[in-house]
């Protein structure tokens, strides 16, 4: 099978060519229309119930994320020019489209009685600005009458002020959400430059537009960084410019092609998709290695080009197929997930790893057919002193320090096994943002002067009409909101309650004194009034469903972390919660994007736990077919789970959280890791057939030639990962960090653990009634050499055939 592919390849490599050329000007048709993903509750699975509460949440009172607030903690607001600017900076923001409501100090009204109407009107504060600062204080004064708002907008023990913007849902759940959040912005540096007065942003509209507007700049920063270290190391490597050209040439095809698969799937970017072009630069590149090292090392023995070609073509084919797609394992286990995140990225990189196979077996020979041989420059890397030092080290090791490799790496792995148990997981709503960025800093402003910005609802249904305005189920809801307001990660509640409690205050003429609930003397004077009052619906309606059965109270949360978050709702919100409304019948929900946001990390977490397992699994099988040996089983997946645990130990001692970036390296090191493994084995085996079946032979050539493959590749994949460090986003440097640490440590025990392993468990015999799949690589068997001989020559002589028409052409 893969002596004729290496011909096949070779006599139709310009088709080959023109075809693969179509497909990726295709795919990159179909990548233009990519769009970027601002949903922050796709991560938990669509059955969960508290994902479904939150939908029928949203399907009563609408998104709750599409709350911006925009803060000013500068005491020179408050003197009538500076309070004038501000004042425009809230109307500006209100003609924004896309922008439904703006509150503000600026621009509040408050509840009047109407007595020739019995109702309440909503009325500015005040109708004019004040022009001198007496009239500045008597307005602020008055703002701070209106307790409804107030506590929203003012801090009152040092000033700081916020202006809350409610978002169209639409808007924010399209593409001119960009265009609404630059439009506010520059609104708002323009306030910024006119007042000399700083501003604050936060609120998740802002945030989603924030990081998927960094991961849109990290994909161009990130994949060119990659390709800069990539090409640089092959040029190191090899001394030749084809050795890099070309080999970029496949992964900048892969590259377009997962861009492509996205749209064809109907996938969006998120923050983890985006990283596939970087991802596919990096894993794709040892393809590239191992057929250009093992090229060069067919032709430096006997100088054929074309025989050089077609042999890497047969040995290292099904090898490369392997490798492939046990790396594609490592993220295709994710697809079995239930959360589309995870889903969506799984099959993504997993199709496109494999589809990097594809590409590099056929464009690498094409290319290198019509290429002229490869000169002494280009082999020179065969002979590189620093990595035969290397290699001689590790041979020297192996042969003579076996007992001494197993207990260093006994005692490694036992303190690594103390760290692991301290691992803990937490993640917060801007995790990977960096600490001392504008983004955060924000956040901690509106914490400290608002408790916080995230949003949080509690949904309470009565089950029967007008259950909501009884005057027992108002005072049973305010204790409950006295509660919460008393957390101090928690801001003032907002409810029916809040607006009841502030008609009672407009009923007794605005007096703050009056701001509590009715009692049983003037709650149907003031209920009367209430549904009198012009434009009721549009505010009950904001609170309360039309059958005034269920009500929500919404809350703003501090973004306290998962760990944090769990404890006070399950420990602190919801045992409180079930106190206060024990006896009743009512379904209370806490419920909200922030909940979800958490839960959804926890499950992240979870299912890449899973994942890991599956991939294990899978792997293991893999193996078991390659070899049909148990023991050679156990002893290929050894090295490659030293890794895991010691990364996972170092997180542990380093206090680096198990979240859903860090958690993903352990799937992506064991694919990738587990390569090198099969490559290792592979060679070992032909080398096993080659010299009678002698392990210490056998194992000594074997590290000595795919030892450097294995040394060059884990170089790229350390050097292309640690790029990940130049990301502004704390996962994503995780990510990159741990990972290129992990597999330079798998290079390590798959070049010492390994042969080590082999040369104490393996007598190397083999079952000649058995012939597993790992025997179909290497020249001796099958007795192919003589099928590949009659090849080459019909090879060659097509070669040439070819070279003689071109030539003739041309002249």
Known sequence: MWTQLA??????????????????????????????????????????????????????????????????????????????????????????????????????????????????????VSEILPTSQAELDSLLNTIQDQRFFAEQLLNTENGATALIISVDEEVLNSKDRLQLMDDILQVGDAFEEKAGIELHYAGLPFVRSVMMGKVRQEIIKLLALSVIVTALILLAFFRSWDAVLFPLLVIFSVVIWSLGTLDILGYKITILTGLIPTIIVVIGIPNSIYLLNK???????????????????????????????????????????????????????????FATFIVSIILIPAVFSYLPSPGRKQLKHLNFKMTDFAISWITKIVFNHRTKTYIVAAIIVGV?????????????????????????????????????????????????????????????VERFEQFLDSIPAISQPVSIVSMVKAARQAYYNGSPAFYSLPNQRDYNFILRYLKNEEGQQDMLTNFTDEN??????????????????????????????????????????????????????????????????????????????????????????????????????????????????????????????????????????????????????????????????????SIVLFAGFIVFIASDFGGTVALGSLTSATLLVAMLTNLLVLPALLLTFDDGKRRKDAHPLIEQYGENFYMEEEDEEINLKRIEKENLKEQSTAEKNNN
């Not at 697809?335 to 990225?345: P, Q, S, Y």
């Open 7 to 124: 011909h096949n390849v070779i006599k139709y490599r310009l088709p080959l060519i023109i075809v693969l050329a179509i497909v990726t000007a295709y795919m990159g048709y179909r990548a233009k229309d990519i769009e970027m993903d601002y949903d922050l509750a796709q991560m938990v699975p669509e059955t969960d119930e508290d994902f479904i509460a939150l939908n029928k949440f949203k399907e009563l009172f609408g998104d709750d994320g599409n709350i911006l607030a925009i803060g000013i903690e500068d005491s020179a607001l408050y003197t009538p020019e500076k309070f004038e600017k501000f004042s425009y900076l809230t109307k500006a923001v209100a003609d924004i489209k896309g922008v439904n409501n703006v509150l503000s100090i600026a621009s509040l009204k408050k509840l009047q009685k109407n007595v020739d109407s019995q109702r309440f009107d909503l009325v500015p």
């Open 295 to 353: 090229y060069h090392q067919e032709f430096e023995k006997h100088g054929n080009k074309i025989k050089a070609i077609s042999t890497i073509t047969r040995k290292i084919g099904i090898v490369t197929l392997i490798t492939n797609f046990t790396t594609a394992v490592g993220f295709l286990v994710l697809a079995v997930t239930d959360i589309k995140l995870l889903r969506e990225f799984g099959i993504v990189a997993g199709i496109n790893i």
């Open 416 to 476: 690594s096994f103390i760290g692991v148990f301290k691992l803990n997981s937490v993640s917060y709503m801007i995790d990977d943002l960096p600490e001392d960025g504008k983004t955060k800093t924000d956040l901690r402003f509106f914490e400290r002067n608002f408790s916080g910005i995230m949003p949080l609802e509690v949904l309470i249904d009565t089950e029967r009409k007008r259950g909501i305005v009884q005057l027992n189920t108002l005072r049973k």
């Open 548 to 713: 005034l059965s269920k009500m929500r109270i919404s809350l703003k949360v501090a973004d306290i972390g998962s760990d944090k978050m769990d404890v006070l709702l399950e420990d602190v919100i919801k045992p409180r919660m079930n106190e206060i409304f024990d006896g009743t019948d009512f379904q209370i929900t806490v419920t909200g994007t922030t909940p979800i946001f958490i839960k959804g990390n926890r499950y992240l977490v979870e299912n890449l736990r899973l994942s890991l397992i599956v991939a294990f699994i899978v792997i293991a099988c893999v193996m078991g077919v390659l070899f049909f040996n148990l023991r050679m089983i156990i002893i290929s997946l050894v090295p490659n789970m030293i890794p895991l645990i010691i990364t996972a130990g170092v997180m542990g001692f380093l206090g680096v959280p198990l979240k859903p970036s860090t958690a993903l390296i352990f799937s992506i090191a064991f694919g990738i890791s587990v390569d090198d493994t099969i490559h290792f084995l592979a060679k070992y085996r032909q080398e096993l057939f080659a010299n009678n079946f002698f392990v210490p032979i056998a194992l000594n050539k074997t590290i000595k030639e795919t030892g450097k493959s294995m040394i060059y590749t």
